[in-house]
């Protein structure tokens, strides 16, 4: 049976420290695959995740595992 996909969101300084990544790195990274969107409320200027979205760059950060 499939879990169901969890919605929450999540911001960047958070899931730069999941991944162990400084957060410049961590920007960059985000830039260039393209997930994470920007918040218009009141940390403007913070890109914000789901938790798949966070699951996929973790994916594209360790590489293919065996």
């Known amino acids: 049976m499939n879990a169901p996909a969890r919605n929450e969101i999540i911001d960047e300084s958070r899931?730069?420290?999941?991944?162990g990544l400084p957060r410049e790195q961590f920007r960059l990274?985000?830039?260039y695959s393209g997930y994470g969107r920007m918040d218009?409320?009141?940390?403007v200027g913070d890109l914000f995740f789901?938790?798949?979205e966070l699951n996929k760059?973790?994916?594209l950060v360790t590489g293919p595992v065996a």
């Not at 899931?15 to 991944?19: H, K, M, S, T, V």
């Not at 218009?40 to 940390?43: L, R, T, Y």
Request: hydrophobic share 35%; with cysteine.
């Open 15 to 19: 899931a730069a420290y999941l991944l």
């Open 57 to 59: 760059l973790c994916r």
């Open 40 to 43: 218009d409320g009141e940390n």
């Open 50 to 52: 789901t938790y798949e």
């Open 29 to 31: 990274i985000c830039e």
